[in-house]
């Protein structure tokens, strides 16, 4: 289950300065993870609201930490009206980034920090 002191530190995501200074961001939806595993973001952890148990099989790398969240803490941190359950705490290198950019011919998931 996921700490209060987790949550504090996920919200805080939300504004744009936090996430310069933590250099973290979140992703939020099956597929923006999915994608974000295949490119080896380092995933910190990820989250799924209770009301979504079958989310955690739609995961494609099992090697991450899924762990499960209370549906009203699962609303205090998600950004969209209708969400899928699911989010993920990521590291936001830069030069991660453009590394990836490098590779012209992959897909490139990049986090608005």
């Known amino acids: 289950m996921i700490s209060k002191n987790k949550i504090k530190l996920l919200r805080s995501l ?5 996430r310069e200074n933590n250099n973290k961001s979140i992703l939020e939806g099956v597929r923006l993870i ?3 595993i295949k ?6 952890g990820i989250w799924i609201s209770k ?5 955690k099989n739609q995961i494609i790398n099992k090697n991450h930490l899924i762990d499960y969240i209370e549906v009203d803490d699962f609303k205090l941190l998600s950004n969209t009206e209708h969400s899928q359950g699911i989010i ?4 936001t290198n830069l030069n ?7 590779k012209l011919n992959e897909n490139i998931v990049v986090v608005d920090s």
């Open 14 to 18: 939300g504004t744009k300065k936090n």
């Open 34 to 36: 999915n994608e974000s």
């Open 39 to 44: 490119q080896n973001a380092q995933i910190k």
């Open 51 to 55: 009301e979504f148990n079958n989310l």
């Open 88 to 91: 993920a705490e990521v590291n």
């Open 96 to 102: 991660h980034i453009t590394n990836f950019a490098k």
